[in-house]
């Protein structure tokens, strides 16, 4: 069945404008907008699983690609002067048969947008995790402590605390690397976590773990598909701040000895956070003992997404508009059982 699809993702789409964070996120924001722009645009227009017309949310500063123009099923949208991108995106949703949004989870943001979609053009018209999950994965102790239930490793199990040489703190509903430090006395960890909550921060400390930095590309429906492990390229500065530099991608084809225990991985988390739906990232530890440290859950697209169709032959963005069919048709057997 084709379908109109909107593409929103919420940097690109202004909405951060003059947020400290912005220049930093909006280079990863327009990269993943734009993948998944040309990955919907690699679908057919008519017939099967196809896209009939492709909206995408873009500002001053984030023009689109001029090859989207060659195609006459991109419409370029922008929000008005002044006017509020949860407000614009409800407003569009109401005109497409999907939305797919990408937002960070600070202050709730990707939340919001799934309740605005939801709240303006109903619940089948969100291309993405339901807001069960994004309650939990929105929240870095929630999603732990969530984790933790399925027997998952986490940094705030005992053994880290006992054996840290650094302590790490960060926003418990922070996006990428921003606003995070890392420091190598506890007490002063401590103290600084104390000054940021007082000054109404949701602040989470914890231990640093060791070892190497990783993400996991999950497709989640009924199971929870592992796409593809990848390296985080992550910087510690002398005054402890850290900077997220990218990813690289390892592994696609289950060739790494350790990608069992990464599906494992994959799916504790689809059991801890049901509802994950649709392209979903973990961030996590390998330490050289342990093995994987889970750190966070993105239910969202996140810069790992971009190129991984190209490298999987797989269109993604074609089978998270089929898991979206296959949930409907599911509720609608549902619905003529009851």
């Known amino acids: 069945m084709s379908a109109s699809v909107l ?17 930093e996120l909006m280079p990863l924001g327009v990269a993943m907008r734009d ?33 989207s123009a060659v195609d006459p099923r991109v419409q370029a949208l ?40 939801r ?42 605390a006992a054996q840290a040489r ?16 890392v420091l190598a006395d506890r007490a002063a960890a401590e103290a600084l976590a104390q000054r940021r909550r007082a000054a109404g921060e949701a602040v989470t400390l914890q231990p640093w773990v060791e070892g190497e930095a990783l993400s996991l590309s999950l497709l989640c429906g009924q199971r929870a598909g592992l796409l593809s492990l990848n390296r985080q390229q992550i910087a510690v500065d002398a ?14 084809d289950g060739s790494d000895p350790r990608w069992p225990r990464l599906q494992a991985l994959a799916d504790a988390t689809l059991r801890a956070l049901p509802g994950l739906r649709g392209f979903v990232g973990i961030d996590l530890v390998w330490h050289p003992q342990a093995g ?23 269109n993604l963005a074609g089978e998270v508009l089929a898991l979206r069919s296959a949930d409907h048709r599911a509720e609608e057997a549902a619905d003529a059982i009851a």
């Open 166 to 181: 650094r302590w790490v703190v960060k926003p418990d509903d922070g996006a990428g690397a921003v606003a995070t430090q």
């Open 7 to 23: 593409v929103l993702e919420f940097l690109s789409a202004g909405g951060l404008q003059g947020d400290p964070a912005e220049a």
């Open 292 to 314: 994987p440290v889970a750190i966070e859950v993105n239910a969202r697209v996140s810069c790992a997404y971009v190129g991984l169709s190209q490298r999987l032959g797989r």
């Open 35 to 67: 993948a998944m722009m040309h990955d919907l645009l690699a679908l057919p227009a008519q017939g099967g699983q196809s896209v009939s017309r492709i909206g995408v949310a873009t500002c001053a500063g984030a023009p689109l690609p001029s090859s």
């Open 239 to 252: 005054g402890g701040d850290v900077r997220f530099e990218g990813v690289e991608r390892l592994c696609t």
């Open 119 to 160: 709240q303006a053009a109903g619940p089948r018209a969100w291309l993405g995790s339901r807001a069960g999950a994004l309650a939990v994965s929105s929240w870095k102790s929630r999603t732990l402590a969530a984790l933790a239930g399925q027997g998952v490793a986490t940094p705030f199990d005992a053994t880290w």
């Open 78 to 117: 922008q929000a008005g002067p002044g006017q509020d991108v949860l407000a614009f995106l409800a407003g569009q949703a109401r005109d497409f048969d999907a939305a797919w949004v990408v937002a960070p989870e600070s202050g709730g943001l990707l939340a919001a947008c799934e309740a605005a979609v």
